[in-house]
């Protein structure tokens, strides 16, 4: 099948989220991608070939720059998309294949693996069983992606000698928190995927410095309640970093302005104050990042902030304000950003202190349920997310359109990651 055959099918209209993958090091290996439509059967993704197909026309934010980057990307087909040739439409040298063991078992499918394999794609298996049934399969595989949440060292440890055999690596799914991360590292995974990038590393929390907490205090200016404009666009402008990387976005493809954006001032005529604010609070974030995965964890504050926002506009009978939500979702891997404790951090943000609370972990805090929604809906951990959005009342078809329009939003952030310089 060609790609322009592929391409040239009409795509229902999604948005490709993506989880990263990392390695033992927490350096980034690629991203396992999945799509999000507008109206979705309660629990389901979009067919595998959609989001083939939206990846291989780089219709979808992100995905270019994943590929310059040499990251690998991992996708799940079944039966029809493998039958259809539909893993073609991807780069063989940077493209995971993935299949579900009961795949493999259907006519053809064996011999079209063979041949994405020799053709020089990965193969990867969602989930080991260990049934000799599928010993063809797990000598073909380069990958084996197994949950290890709830699992204890020894589990592990066993899982990773039988798939060891067969020479896979194993890539240990639902890692939760650091300290699960280091017991799969210890007895010999090297693929990690989960939630535990997200969570603060207690062994090295340290102070803020002078610089984090100027752009703390910049930020609490931003959100001032009738902020002098032109001093604040001139303290932006004499700040060559914050001024860089805000013009690095502006400039780039995603705004698609017919000229080029050249200074703060230029920029607040352009998008207006209101608008240009949201891009400010990322841009200033994105510099003060800490962690290994400081870019992962900027894009993923920027899709939380927007998701709890249109959420919140959505279900107005909540009497929630979509700007504090706003804050609270950009605000709520700080702790991670900047390896400092959140309950420090807090007390340089310009948010009233409910929502101080609920960043720090409160349980009884009333922003606590939209938090988790927004966590589960990001991991793809999909019946969890149906229960809460039953349990808070929520309208599904909504949430499900307010994340693919996060998803999007936040994408633009990776447009200009090539253009931004380290610091």
């Not at 350096?27 to 989001?51: I, S």
């Not at 329009?405 to 931004?420: F, K, M, Y």
Request: proline share 5%; net charge negative.
């Amino acid at each position: 099948m060609s790609q322009e055959k592929k391409s040239s099918d009409a795509a229902p209209e999604v948005s490709v989220a993506r989880q990263p993958i990392f390695d033992e090091h927490r350096r980034l290996w690629g991203y396992e991608l999945f799509c999000v439509g507008e109206r979705l059967p309660a629990g389901q993704v979009c067919e595998p070939q959609t989001t083939a197909i939206r990846v291989a026309t780089s219709a979808t934010m992100g995905v270019q720059q994943i590929l310059n980057q040499d990251l690998k990307i991992m996708l799940n087909f079944d039966e029809m998309g493998i039958l259809e040739e539909i893993p073609y439409a991807l780069p063989p040298r940077l493209a995971a294949v993935q299949v579900e063991e009961a795949v493999f078992l259907r006519p053809g499918i064996p011999a079209a693996l063979e041949q994405l394999k020799t053709d020089g794609y990965l193969i990867a298996v969602h989930g080991f069983s260990g049934d000799a049934t599928f010993e063809a399969l797990y000598q073909l595989a380069d990958i084996i992606a197994v949950p290890v949440i709830g699992r204890r060292k020894e589990e592990v440890a066993t899982l990773l000698a039988a798939i060891g055999t067969v020479e896979a690596r194993l890539l240990a799914r639902r890692v939760d928190d650091s300290a699960r991360f280091d017991m799969c590292r210890e007895v010999g995974v090297t693929l990690f995927e989960g939630a535990f990038f997200k969570q603060p590393d207690t062994f090295t929390m340290r102070k803020m410095t002078s610089n984090e907490i100027s752009r703390l205090k910049l930020i609490h200016r931003l959100e001032q309640q009738d902020p002098d404009i032109d001093d604040l666009a001139e303290t932006l402008q004499s700040d060559a970093a914050i001024s860089f990387r805000l013009l690095a976005y502006l400039n780039s493809a995603a705004f698609g302005f017919p000229h080029k954006v050249k200074s703060v001032q230029h920029a607040i005529r352009l998008l207006g104050w209101p608008k240009l604010k949201h891009w400010l609070r990322v841009v200033l974030l994105g510099d003060m990042g800490q962690s290994p995965a400081a870019t992962q964890l900027l894009q993923l504050s920027a899709q939380r902030a927007r998701f709890l926002e249109l959420v919140a506009r959505s279900h107005d009978f909540w009497g929630f304000d979509p700007e504090s939500l706003h804050l609270l979702g950009l605000f709520s891997l700080l702790d991670t950003m900047l390896a400092t404790p959140m309950e420090e951090i807090v007390r340089f943000l310009p948010i009233e202190n409910k929502l101080k609370r609920a960043l720090c972990g409160d349980t009884n805090n009333e922003y606590q349920p939209l938090l988790q929604l927004a966590r589960f809906v990001e991991e793809a951990r999909w019946e969890d997310a149906e229960a809460m959005i039953g349990k808070l009342n929520l309208d599904r078809e909504k949430v499900i359109a307010a994340f693919k329009d996060a998803v999007a939003w936040a994408g633009q952030l990776a447009t200009v990651d090539d253009a931004t310089p380290s610091r």
